[in-house]
C-alpha cells in the first residue's frame, strides 16, 4: 500500500524530538536496585487511574454500595463492644466510641494490607502485557483504601460531636498516624504481593495474618492504661503504637511517645525492605506470575 | 546523519526460560523450604550425576542481533516458539533478558495485546482514561485526543455503557482506538490485527502506515504475511531464537513460506529393532505431506491441493489390508477420516514398500494448523498400528476467498462458496 511512501521529509522533524531523550537501555539487571522513584514519579498519573479503578469498581454491582466502607467497621465495633465490653466485662471495651476509634485505623490498615498483598497477582493480565514500575500496582491498592477510611470516617464524628468530645493539639498527630499506617500497609503488602508472585501460599498467608494480627493489637479493644506491659513488649507489634497513637491523638488523651516512636522506626524499616526486595524480584513477575 | 540513527539496536540478546518438568512456574512455600534443606545432598547428588536433571533450559532467543533505523516498519515473522513475542517482550520492558542488551532511542509504545486493563465494570468513557494511561499516555494528552478515539472507534452512543456490555467488535474497536492514538516514537505491536472485522482492520492498517509515514519506527510480529507484505518493507524471520533471514519483506516472506519444506513436512520411522509402528504383516515408514508441486513440505498454499502419503512395508502377503489418514483441525477436532479401502476394496498386497496417497484439494480448509493421524487394520479385526497426530502442518495465509481482506475469518473450511446477490425488492 503506501509502504514506500514518503518517510524522509516528516522522519527529520520527529529526530529532533527523540534526539534530547535518553536512550533506553535494557539489560540483564537483577540482583539488588535501587528504587527508581524518578519513574515512579513520572508514572504518577497512572497510580492515580489505577486507584481511581479501584475505588470506581470496588462497590459497582453491589446493592449498598461505598455504605459497606461504614458497615464493615461499625459490625466489627458492634461485636468487640457487646462480646468484651458487655459479656466478657474487658476494662474500657464497652465504650463504642473507644472500639470505633481503634477499629477505623485498623480496618484502614487490614484492607490496605490486604488488598496490596493480592494487588499484583490479581493484575496478572496487565505485568504480563505492559510496562509500567510494578510498584504502582501495589502502591494503587493502599491508595484505593484511603477513600473507604475517608468513608467510615464520617461515623467516628457523628459518634465524637454528641460526647462534645473537642480535639486539642494531639489532633495534629493524627494525620501522621495515618500516614504511618499508610506506610505500614504498603511494607507489608508489598512485600507479600511479591512473595505471592512466586509463592502463591501467601494468598492463604494474607488472610489469616490479618486476623492473628487484629487478636495480636491489644490496643485495638484494650485501653493502653490498662495493659500492664511494658513498652519494649509492646513495640513487638508496632501495631499497638500506631492505634493508641491514633485514638490518643483523637479524643484528647495523652499520646505514647516513645511508643509511637518504636512503630514508626520498625515499619519505616519494614516498608524500605519490602520496596527493595520487590525490586529484586520485579523483573521476574511477568515471566512467573 | 540524522538518517543514521538507529532507533533499535539489540546486542547478542538472549533470554532463557526454566521448564521444570511437569512443575508451574510459581513455587509454593512448601517447595523452596524443603529446596532449602535438601540443598546440602542435591549437591551432593548433583556432584555425582552431573546435573540436576528436572529443570530444562530452553533459549527463546539466543545471541540474537538486530539494528533499526528510525521511521523503518519492520515485520517479524517465523513459527510459533521462534521467540517473536519474547523479542517485544523484552524491547516493551516487561520481561528481562538474560544476556545481551537493547538500546532504543525514543518513547517506546507497545501494544502486545488490545485493551490490556480495560476493566468490564467501567464504560468506555472511564476505559480510554484507565487504557491510554497504562499504555503511557498524560491525562492532558488523551483528553486531547479523546474526540478522535471516540470517532475511529464509532461508540459514540455506547460512551457511558459499561464495556461488558460491549459486543466484542466494539470492544476491540475501542482498545485499538487508544493505542492507536498513542505517539511513541517506536511502536511494538504484537498480532493485534488479527481480531476485529474487515473494515477495522484496513483502518487499523490505514493507520498503521499513516503512523509511519509520520517517521515513526514500527515492530511488527504477525502470522499475516499479507499484512506483513503490504505494511513492511523490510521483514525479519527469526527461527528458534535466532535470525535466520533479514531483508526485504517480499523475498523474506516468500523464503519463510517455501521453508516448510525443511520443517518436518515428513516423519520418518526408523526400523531399527522394534520400534516403527506395525505387526507381523507391515511396518510404517514414513507419513508425508506434498504440496502441489509434489515438494514434501509442513507449509501449504490454501489456494492448492495437496497429498497426504503413508509409506509402509508389507512383510507377508496380506489382503483385506486398510490403511488410513485421519485429519486433525489444531484443537484436535476430528475433520476427516479417509482409507485407501474406500475405492480399492480387493487388494491383496505382495511383501514390498508401499505408498498409499490421498489428495485434499485446495481452497477447502481454512489457515492454520492441522495434525495427520495414520492407521492400518484388518477391519473389525485387528490393528497394526495407530498413529495419534504423527504429523502436522501449516496451511498459510496466501490469498483464496476472501484472501484480499486480511480478516482472519473463522471456521476450519474455507470454500469459495457459489454466492448470488439478488434484489428482491426496490
Not at chain 1, 510494578?134 to 477513600?147: C, E, I, T, W
Not at chain 2, 540443598?39 to 552431573?50: E, F, H, I, T, Y
Not at chain 2, 489457515?367 to 502436522?392: E, N, W
Request: proline residues 4%.
Amino acid at each position: 500500500m503506501n509502504r514506500n511512501g514518503p518517510k524522509q521529509e516528516t522522519a527529520a522533524g520527529e529526530q529532533v524530538s527523540a534526539a534530547h531523550l535518553t536512550p533506553t537501555v535494557i539489560t540483564p539487571g537483577g540482583g539488588w536496585q535501587a528504587l527508581n522513584l524518578a519513574e515512579l514519579w513520572r508514572f504518577r498519573e497512572l497510580l492515580y487511574f489505577l486507584i481511581w479503578r479501584d475505588v470506581k469498581v470496588r462497590y459497582k454491582q453491589t446493592v449498598l454500595g461505598a455504605a459497606w466502607a461504614l458497615i464493615q467497621p461499625a459490625m466489627m465495633t458492634f461485636a468487640l463492644w457487646f462480646g468484651l465490653g458487655k459479656m466478657a466485662r474487658v476494662p474500657g471495651a464497652d465504650d463504642p466510641l473507644f472500639i470505633y476509634s481503634g477499629i477505623l485505623p485498623w480496618t484502614f490498615f487490614a484492607t490496605a494490607l490486604a488488598s496490596a498483598g493480592n494487588s499484583v497477582v490479581n493484575s496478572e493480565r496487565l505485568v504480563t502485557k505492559v510496562y509500567f514500575p510494578r510498584l504502582a500496582v501495589p502502591l494503587a491498592a493502599v491508595g484505593a483504601a484511603v477513600v473507604d477510611f475517608m468513608i467510615a470516617s464520617v461515623l467516628l464524628v457523628a459518634m465524637m460531636l454528641p460526647r462534645g468530645i473537642v480535639p486539642g493539639v494531639g489532633l495534629l498527630v493524627v494525620p501522621v498516624v495515618f500516614v504511618l499506617l499508610g506506610v505500614a500497609a504498603a511494607g507489608v503488602g508489598v512485600l507479600l504481593s511479591a512473595l505471592m508472585v512466586a509463592y502463591r501460599d501467601f494468598r492463604y498467608v494474607v488472610p489469616f495474618l490479618v486476623q492473628f494480627w487484629l487478636f495480636a493489637t491489644l490496643t485495638v479493644y484494650t485501653p493502653l492504661s490498662r495493659l500492664e506491659l511494658s513498652p519494649w513488649i509492646l513495640s513487638v507489634n508496632p501495631m499497638c503504637g500506631l492505634i493508641a497513637s491514633f485514638r490518643a491523638g483523637l479524643l484528647n488523651e495523652p499520646i505514647p511517645w516513645a511508643l509511637l516512636g518504636a512503630s514508626s522506626a520498625s515499619f519505616v524499616l519494614l516498608f524500605v525492605i519490602g520496596c527493595f526486595y520487590f525490586r529484586r524480584v520485579e523483573d521476574s513477575f511477568a515471566d512467573i506470575v | 546523519m540524522s538518517e543514521a540513527t538507529p532507533a533499535i539496536v539489540v546486542e547478542n540478546l538472549s533470554k532463557r526460560y526454566r521448564i521444570s518438568q511437569g512443575v508451574a512456574a510459581y513455587r509454593t512455600l512448601r517447595e523452596s523450604l524443603s529446596n532449602l534443606a535438601m540443598w546440602p545432598l542435591r549437591r551432593l547428588g548433583r556432584l555425582r550425576s552431573g546435573g540436576d536433571g528436572q529443570v530444562q533450559d530452553f533459549w527463546a532467543l539466543k545471541d540474537l542481533n538486530l539494528r533499526i533505523d528510525t521511521g523503518e516498519v519492520v515485520g517479524v515473522i517465523g513459527r510459533n516458539g521462534a521467540g517473536k513475542s519474547t523479542l517485544l517482550k523484552i524491547l516493551s520492558r516487561i520481561t528481562r533478558p538474560t544476556t545481551g542488551r537493547a538500546i532504543l532511542n525514543g518513547r517506546v509504545g507497545s501494544l502486545l495485546e488490545v485493551g490490556t486493563g480495560f476493566h468490564p465494570e467501567l464504560s468506555g468513557r472511564e476505559n480510554i482514561y484507565l487504557n491510554g494511561a497504562i499504555l503511557g499516555m498524560s491525562r492532558r494528552e488523551i483528553a486531547a485526543k479523546f474526540d478522535q478515539i471516540v470517532q475511529f472507534a464509532e461508540i459514540e452512543q455506547f460512551l457511558d455503557t459499561p464495556v461488558k456490555r460491549y459486543s466484542s467488535g466494539m470492544y476491540v474497536r475501542l482498545a485499538f482506538a487508544v493505542a492507536a492514538h498513542l505517539e511513541p516514537e517506536i511502536l511494538l505491536v504484537d498480532e493485534v490485527l488479527a481480531v476485529g472485522d474487515a473494515s477495522f482492520q484496513r483502518r487499523c492498517l490505514g493507520k498503521m502506515s499513516q503512523v509511519s509515514r509520520q517517521g515513526r519506527t514500527i515492530l511488527f510480529v504477525s502470522h499475516n504475511m499479507g499484512a506483513i507484505t503490504r505494511l513492511c518493507r523490510r521483514a525479519i524471520w527469526l527461527d528458534r531464537g535466532q535470525v535466520r533471514q533479514s531483508g526485504d519483506a517480499e523475498t523474506v516472506v516468500a523464503s519463510y513460506l517455501r521453508s516448510g519444506a525443511e520443517q518436518a513436512g515428513e516423519v520418518m520411522f526408523h526400523d531399527n529393532g522394534q520400534k516403527a509402528p506395525g505387526s507381523e504383516y507391515i511396518r510404517l515408514e514414513a507419513i508425508r505431506v506434498r504440496g502441489s508441486d509434489g515438494v514434501v513440505t509442513a507449509t501449504l498454499d490454501v489456494r492448492r491441493p495437496f497429498t497426504l502419503e503413508v509409506q509402509y512395508r508389507i512383510l507377508r502377503r496380506t489382503s483385506n489390508l486398510r490403511v488410513g489418514v485421519r485429519l486433525m483441525a489444531h484443537d484436535g477436532t476430528v475433520l476427516l477420516s479417509s482409507t485407501d479401502m474406500d475405492q480399492n476394496e480387493d487388494l491383496v498386497r505382495e511383501p514390498g514398500v508401499y505408498v498409499s496417497r490421498c489428495t485434499v484439494p485446495g481452497e477447502l480448509l481454512n489457515y492454520g494448523q492441522y495434525f495427520v493421524s495414520v492407521g492400518c487394520d484388518f477391519p473389525m479385526v485387528r490393528t497394526h498400528f495407530a498413529v495419534d497426530q504423527g504429523l502436522a502442518f501449516q496451511i498459510e495465509q496466501t490469498g483464496g476467498a476472501g484472501g484480499h481482506i486480511s480478516d482472519g475469518r473463522g471456521g476450519v473450511l474455507r470454500m469459495s462458496l457459489p454466492w448470488t446477490v439478488q434484489r428482491i425488492e426496490s
